[in-house]
Nanobody
Framework: VQLQASGGGLVQAGDSLRLSCAAS????????MGWFRQAPGKEREFVAA???????FYADSVKGRFTISRDNAKNTVYLQMNSLKPEDTAVYYC???????????????????WGQGTLVTVSS
């Protein structure tokens, strides 16, 4: 399974970005997808997840500003990020599970496949 994340960049506080993650796997619609981020000197943290059934999960820090979605026809998951803050600066990773139809989790260790990450830098 390969995950290719894209869409990061340098923006100013208050701007928007949309990240994309293209997955090379069959039956994409049957797997949970998640976005995580890691800032310099910090541990990787959960950002958002979308289950195989379409349920949405968000970290409190991004709730109301970020939106996760998926296009199963394109094997792609998106993260729309609005009202960006300097504290959103991090490398963003998409991830997916090995098994189908899992109970969605926000724990990074439960995700089996990871993309290469895309850097988001928000200046104040």
């Amino acid at each position: 399974v390969q995950l290719q994340a894209s869409g990061g960049g340098l923006v100013q506080a208050g701007d928007s970005l949309r990240l994309s993650c293209a997955a090379s796997r069959r039956a994409f619609s049957t797997y949970d997808m998640g976005w995580f981020r890691q800032a310099p000197g910090k541990e990787r943290e959960f950002v958002a997840a979308i289950s195989w059934s379409g349920s949405l999960f968000y970290a409190d820090s991004v709730k109301g500003r970020f939106t996760i979605s998926r296009d199963n026809a394109k094997n792609t998951v998106y993260l729309q990020m609005n009202s960006l803050k300097p504290e959103d600066t991090a490398v963003y990773y998409c991830a997916t599970r090995m098994e189908m139809w899992t109970i969605t989790t926000t724990t990074p260790g439960a995700y089996d496949y990871w993309g290469q990450g895309t850097l988001v830098t928000v200046s104040s």
